[in-house]
């Protein structure tokens, strides 16, 4: 469940701008400020049965959009690379491994 919550916040910080006003709120409110599926019900006038619903089909939207744009792999992708490249160069006698590392950090760009 906390591998699920971390990826959806992570999908959350590269792909909210592509969600509506109220799948932003109902992601925000139970998965950043922990509300339950009954207080976001309460505080939104609808059934708890609605926000379930709506946080479903955000989270398949989420997915939806990382399938297809890949921000977020890329950007693990790029993190990896730079933390292998950080150790290379620390290394400082492997030059070689760096500029391969560099190349394969400017094609993910």
Do not use: C, G
């Not at 939104?44 to 926000?51: F, I, L, M, T």
């Not at 992708?77 to 491994?97: G, I, P, W």
């Amino acid at each position: 469940m906390l591998e699920k919550t971390m990826r959806l916040n992570r999908l959350f910080d590269f792909y909210h701008p592509l969600l509506t006003a109220k799948q932003k709120e109902y992601m925000v409110l139970y998965y950043f400020e922990d509300y339950s599926l009954a207080e976001i019900a309460q505080y939104a006038y609808v059934s708890r049965q609605a926000v379930y619903d709506n946080l479903k089909r955000t989270e398949q939207v989420l997915e939806s959009y990382e399938n297809k744009l890949q921000l977020y792999e890329k950007f693990k992708q790029r993190t990896k690379l730079l933390k292998d490249l950080n150790e290379s160069v620390a290394e400082t006698t492997n030059n070689e491994q760096s500029l391969i590392l560099i190349e394969q950090l400017r094609e993910l760009s």
